[in-house]
């Protein structure tokens, strides 16, 4: 791993930072292809989007690419994260005359992606608070993922969340599709989860394939009765789903269709 802090080769944030003492910031998982960050420009607009809700500085697109340029060759492949956050402040919530601090890391490549097998699914016992302010952006607060994912070994790949009122809204680094007698169904997620730039680009993806979307809510019944069922992120793609607590299911012509559209392997 290699990173920058503000600019500068650096490993170590101020302890004071308020990204560290109260997750007060932003970050985005952007996927490296030799040397190309996939999908920078909608990265780069879930990222602006953040920092208006949260009311930080957005460090602006030239400085990143700035950044990306000093860690990333040509050659690389692997993962960029990048961590905005509100800077070092005095102690207490209340921020005054902070300046943003920002947070750039590579990871190169060390395996092969997940999307070459299928995902083997649970469900979590751990659910989503309800918030519609900071529905959709990757805050740094991501406690409910952390304490779902405790919840199984090597036996499942991802595990799916609801919220508190029971509805199904995403795994708890994936989006979430599923396909009903030919129809495409993903979660509302409007009042928590994130909204994935990948299920961004299957969401306009399916405009020009003519497949009919719908986005709703979702029951966790309706997971055992799906004919097709994908995941979704940056770093993945599209990752088909082969089991869901022990029901099995194939990769149907909509997933075999979106991922060639996308131009991932089937």
């Given at each position: 791993?290699?990173?920058?802090?503000?600019?500068?080769?650096?490993?170590c944030?101020?302890?004071q930072?308020?990204?560290?003492?109260?997750g007060?910031?932003?970050?985005?998982?952007?996927?490296?292809?030799?040397?190309?960050?996939?999908?920078?420009?909608a990265?780069?607009?879930?990222?602006?989007?953040?920092?208006e809700?949260?009311n930080l500085m957005?460090?602006?697109?030239?400085?990143?690419q700035a950044?990306v340029a000093?860690?990333v060759?040509?050659?690389n492949?692997?993962?960029?994260?990048?961590?905005?956050?509100?800077?070092v402040?005095?102690?207490g919530y209340r921020?005054?005359?902070?300046?943003?601090?920002?947070?750039v890391?590579f990871y190169?490549?060390?395996?092969?992606?997940?999307?070459?097998?299928?995902?083997?699914?649970?469900?979590?016992?751990?659910?989503?608070?309800?918030?519609?302010?900071?529905?959709?952006?990757?805050?740094?607060?991501?406690?409910?993922?952390v304490?779902?994912?405790?919840?199984?070994?090597?036996?499942?790949?991802?595990?799916?969340?609801?919220?508190?009122?029971g509805?199904?809204?995403e795994?708890?680094?994936?989006?979430l599709?599923?396909?009903?007698?030919?129809?495409?169904?993903?979660?509302?997620?409007?009042?928590?989860?994130?909204?994935g730039i990948?299920?961004?680009q299957?969401?306009?993806?399916?405009?020009?394939?003519?497949?009919t979307?719908?986005i709703?809510?979702?029951?966790?019944?309706?997971?055992r009765?799906?004919?097709e069922m994908?995941?979704?992120?940056?770093?993945?793609?599209?990752?088909?789903?082969?089991?869901?607590?022990?029901?099995?299911m194939?990769?149907?012509?909509?997933?075999?269709?979106?991922?060639?559209?996308?131009?991932?392997?089937?």
């Amino acid at each position: 791993m290699s990173s920058l802090i503000n600019g500068q080769p650096d490993e170590c944030i101020n302890l004071q930072d308020r990204g560290l003492q109260y997750g007060d910031g932003l970050f985005e998982t952007i996927r490296i292809d030799r040397g190309e960050p996939q999908y920078w420009s909608a990265h780069l607009r879930r990222l602006q989007l953040g920092c208006e809700k949260l009311n930080l500085m957005f460090p602006g697109e030239n400085v990143l690419q700035a950044d990306v340029a000093s860690l990333v060759s040509t050659e690389n492949s692997g993962t960029l994260k990048v961590v905005v956050t509100r800077g070092v402040g005095q102690r207490g919530y209340r921020a005054v005359d902070t300046q943003p601090s920002r947070i750039v890391s590579f990871y190169p490549q060390q395996s092969s992606p997940e999307r070459f097998k299928t995902a083997h699914l649970c469900m979590c016992k751990h659910r989503l608070g309800i918030n519609p302010a900071l529905a959709g952006i990757k805050h740094l607060n991501r406690l409910e993922q952390v304490l779902a994912r405790a919840e199984w070994e090597d036996e499942y790949d991802e595990g799916i969340m609801l919220d508190m009122e029971g509805r199904v809204i995403e795994g708890t680094m994936s989006n979430l599709f599923l396909v009903n007698d030919g129809v495409l169904i993903t979660p509302e997620l409007t009042r928590c989860g994130v909204a994935g730039i990948m299920r961004e680009q299957i969401l306009e993806k399916v405009k020009a394939l003519n497949i009919t979307l719908k986005i709703r809510d979702i029951q966790p019944a309706e997971l055992r009765q799906a004919d097709e069922m994908f995941l979704s992120n940056s770093i993945i793609g599209i990752w088909p789903v082969g089991t869901f607590e022990g029901h099995s299911m194939a990769i149907g012509s909509i997933t075999e269709s979106l991922m060639q559209s996308l131009g991932l392997p089937c």
